[in-house]
């Protein structure tokens, strides 16, 4: 590999540049030392009292659970999952149905003659619809957001709470997120998923993920959740979580 005359100069500079500071740098650590080893000394002082109100800190146990996989098993988020598709699509009808009379009104507008009163009429109609259409949009779209974020609100409330209690359960006292999700070199987005993690690694013994879905799905079974049908479609049974019983709402998740 051949070197560039600019990077050689560089480094002979760099070379003298250290050699210059070495003697200070030599000085200033020796100074270090006397001030690491008093502070030291000040430290391992065994009789030295403790402040006021002082308290020693815990040693941390750490606990992980991935998110993803809980929203994934939790049967309630399935069953609100599946109360939100009906009710969008019986918003989708009668969107349907004002377009579809929009439709007609178009057809027939086309067998009129331009100007006369029973065309004026028709556009004037077509026109109405085309506002009840859009105002039946923009409000669908506030409605369904508002709820979605209220149902993950909810949602993500009571899986803290599992954990919160699990980590209790367990002795720990910090639980991270982690993604278990398996990484493939054909799937580029899993591979940079992977890499945007803050954890590297963790110990598998200390992931609290199955005992949070399952208890979650234990505690919504014993306040009368509805669990949603596997059937991709399939009609909504069950009672809908606004008619659940205010009791059962109001519950926290319990570990069992």
Not at 8 to 20: P, Q
Not at 112 to 118: A, E, H, K, V, Y
Not at 124 to 142: C, D, F, P, V, W
């Amino acid at each position: 590999m051949v070197l560039s005359s600019r990077l050689i100069a560089a480094l002979g500079l760099g070379a003298a540049g250290m050699a210059f500071l070495a003697a200070p740098i030599q000085g200033q650590g020796q100074g270090q030392a006397q001030q690491d080893g008093g502070v030291r000394r000040t430290a391992g002082n065994a009789g030295a009292a403790a402040p006021a109100g002082f308290k020693a800190p815990i040693p941390p146990v750490i606990g992980t659970v991935d998110l993803e996989a809980v929203f994934k098993g939790y049967e309630k988020v399935k069953a609100q999952a599946e109360e939100f598709n009906a009710a969008a699509m019986a918003k989708k009808k009668d969107l349907m149905k004002i377009q579809g009379e929009m439709a007609q009104e178009a057809e027939m507008l086309q067998k009129l003659n331009p100007g006369s009163d029973d065309f004026k009429k028709r556009e004037n109609h077509i026109t109405e619809l085309k506002a009840k259409m859009e105002a039946g949009r923009e409000s669908a779209e506030r409605e369904f957001s508002s709820r979605e974020a209220e149902s993950m609100a909810t949602l993500y409330k009571e899986i803290q709470v599992m954990v919160q209690k699990i980590a209790e359960q367990r002795r720990m006292n910090y639980v991270v997120r982690v993604s278990n999700q398996p990484i493939s070199g054909s799937n580029p987005n899993s591979v940079m998923a992977a890499m945007s993690n803050t954890m590297i690694y963790a110990d598998p013994r200390n992931d609290i993920t199955n005992d949070v879905v399952h208890n979650l799905n234990k505690w919504y079974a014993a306040v009368g959740g509805h669990v949603a049908k596997p059937a991709a479609g399939a009609a909504v049974g069950g009672a809908p979580a606004a008619a659940q019983p205010a009791a059962a709402a109001a519950a926290q998740p319990e570990v069992h």
